[in-house]
């Protein structure tokens, strides 16, 4: 495994700092249960999240059950999210997805990463969005493109696969900042430490940061 390229006291200060500069940080997807929030997550692959909210009212208003869902077809599905990214495949995932919860785990959506990533169109970073927001179960770091970006910048990781850097982010931070993290590193990298080039000159961490890979950046 690669070691991180920053010390354990720069970890700290980066961590103290994300804090005072997003303390309202916080999940970004709208749902009122764990269904919903499945449903959310599969919608979000390479999606933004403004898009899905503006899409699941209606969805979640025709469908309430996984019942609901496997009952109808992609098609019918579709329709209700033909804003989003990947339409077609994410309403054949969903549709598939809800026929496996609604058969094998009695219409609930299950709470381990081994059940739920079996379902399609759900892989770690999806199954630790769900286990976390819906079920307040810790196991992980939701990784995704923000993340693995300031995760390297940083110098948290030097690995680019998602899982390495899930693992290196579990090893190096206190789990209080697991869920955080990466609601820190959404907000910091649609602000400022953006791709491709960051904005290193209004970068509140700037003199912190070893800037890792980072060859040129904007002011």
Known sequence: MAKAAISNRQTRAILKRFDKLYPGAHYYLNFSNPLELLVAVV???????????????????????????ARSTPEEIQRYIAGIN??????????????????????????????????????RKSANAVLINAFNKVIGVVVDTHVIRL????????????????????????????VKITYFMKEHGRAVCRAPKALCGQCRLADLCPKVGVTSSRR
């Open 43 to 69: 919608l979000s692959a390479q999606t933004r999240d403004q898009a899905v909210n503006a899409a699941t009212p209606k969805l979640f208003a025709r469908f309430k059950t996984a019942q609901d869902y």
């Open 86 to 123: 990947f339409s077609n495949t994410k309403s054949k995932n969903i549709h598939k997805a809800c026929a496996i919860i609604a058969q094998k785990h009695n219409g609930r959506v299950p709470q381990t990463m081994e059940a739920l990533i079996e379902l399609p169109g759900i892989g």
């Open 151 to 178: 995760a390297n910048r940083l110098g948290f990781s030097k690995n680019t696969d998602p899982k390495k850097i899930e693992q290196d982010l579990m090893n190096i931070l206190p789990k209080n900042y697991w």
